[in-house]
């Protein structure tokens, strides 16, 4: 079955610091690849897409994400994290005939200061 | 910019009651769906309608019904309320042949 992987729970960067988040894909063909950032009590919102062409993709917030196929991942990154970055984030992809969104379990960021 | 809301951020109900959540999007979008989300688990998605007045079973969708009777619509319902479903409830849309989603701000049932 199709899925998106998210290795880390947790993690924890000092602020300014740079941010590496995995996710790694299970798919033959080339996905349709998205990040999604969840702020303490809100709804999601969509960092970055990844459908064809260049694998380095910029988001919003100063985010941007590399696909490796070789690898099977999609990482996001940040040179410099803020505090305002504090979030959950979600990897995720469609599915199925209708486009179902499979996200990976998240991984919780945490940002000392 | 497309708005999906929902009708409580947070809500409490006892145990055995009939609830009711609802979502609305102001984008036309053809697609909407509603998930919850649970520590560990991601987002687990119930129901979705790919159009007024059909729906899909999702991946988790035992002890919940849908309902859209418009296409901005789209209602999520816990006919007897028990306290395994306290959770987030996240409802998204999206256009037609897109594969974006976009989510409300969720709602918090606490069934007690």
């Known amino acids: 079955a199709q899925s998106v992987t998210q290795p880390d729970i947790h993690i924890t960067v000092s602020e300014g610091a740079s941010l590496e988040l995995r996710c790694n894909y299970s798919y033959g063909a080339t996905p349709y690849l998205f990040w999604y950032v969840q702020s303490p009590g809100q709804g999601l919102q969509l960092l970055l897409k990844y459908f064809s062409g260049d694998t380095l993709v910029q988001g919003i917030k100063g985010f941007e994400a590399e696909f490796k196929r070789s690898q099977s991942s999609f990482n996001l990154r940040k040179p410099s994290v803020h505090w305002s970055d504090a979030a959950e984030y979600f990897c995720?992809?469609?599915?199925?005939?209708?486009?179902?969104?499979?996200f990976g379990t998240g991984t919780r960021l945490q940002v000392t200061l | 910019d497309v708005k999906v809301t929902q009708s409580s951020r947070y809500l409490v109900k006892r145990t055995g009651e009939k609830v009711f959540l609802e979502c609305v999007q102001d984008m036309d979008h053809e697609n909407m769906f509603w998930y919850r989300q649970d520590p560990g688990l991601g987002l687990r998605l119930i129901y979705f309608s790919y159009d007024v007045k059909m729906k899909e079973k999702g991946d988790i969708p035992e002890g919940y019904s849908v309902s859209r009777e418009k296409k901005e619509r789209f209602s999520l319902i816990l006919e007897s309320a028990s306290t395994n479903q306290t959770s987030m409830y996240l409802c998204?849309?999206?256009?037609?042949?897109?594969?974006?989603?976009?989510f409300g701000p969720g709602t918090r049932l606490t069934v007690l």
């Open positions: 998204a849309s999206r256009p037609g042949l897109a594969h974006e989603q976009f």
């Open positions: 995720a992809s469609p599915t199925g005939t209708a486009s179902k969104l499979t």
